[in-house]
């Protein structure tokens, strides 16, 4: 499952995986984001709260997380990620070679410097 919020009039997207996720995840999850982005091209941020990550049920989901990034990462202008996980501070260098986004780790306790740093238009 995947829960979510919108802030700033639908141009910064949080997104809270909670549990395995599943193939079924990232298809609601589009049909959320997608008529964001129809409507206004692009999102100025995303911000990944990625403190209970748990993984995914099965290839398929893997699969379609993949798919899903692939489709979207060229609307997005920058991603933070918020974890505590030592492994998740690494992650930003990983996606780096897969996404045009900005990707930036924040301690899980750093939102509102999260949200700070995605609405800065620098």
């Known amino acids: 499952m995947i829960d979510y919020d919108w802030h700033l009039g639908h141009k910064i997207l949080e997104v809270r995986p909670r549990g395995p ?3 079924e995840d990232f298809q609601l ?3 959320q984001v997608d008529p964001v982005i129809r409507e206004h091209g692009r999102l100025t ?3 990944i ?3 209970d990550f748990a993984g995914w049920e099965n ?3 893997l699969v379609s997380h993949v798919r899903f990034v692939h489709d979207h990462q060229q609307h997005v202008r920058r991603i933070a ?4 996980q030592a492994l998740m501070k690494f992650m930003p260098r990983l996606v780096d070679h897969f996404v045009s986004a900005e990707v930036r780790p924040f301690a899980a306790a750093e939102v509102q410097s999260a949200l700070d740093w995605l609405e800065d238009p620098g």
Do not use: T
Request: glycine share 10%; proline share 0%; charged share 15%.
């Open 21 to 23: 996720l599943s193939e």
């Open 29 to 31: 999850l589009g049909a």
């Open 45 to 47: 941020g995303l911000m």
């Open 49 to 51: 709260d990625a403190q």
């Open 59 to 61: 290839f398929v989901a």
């Open 81 to 84: 990620v918020l974890s505590d």
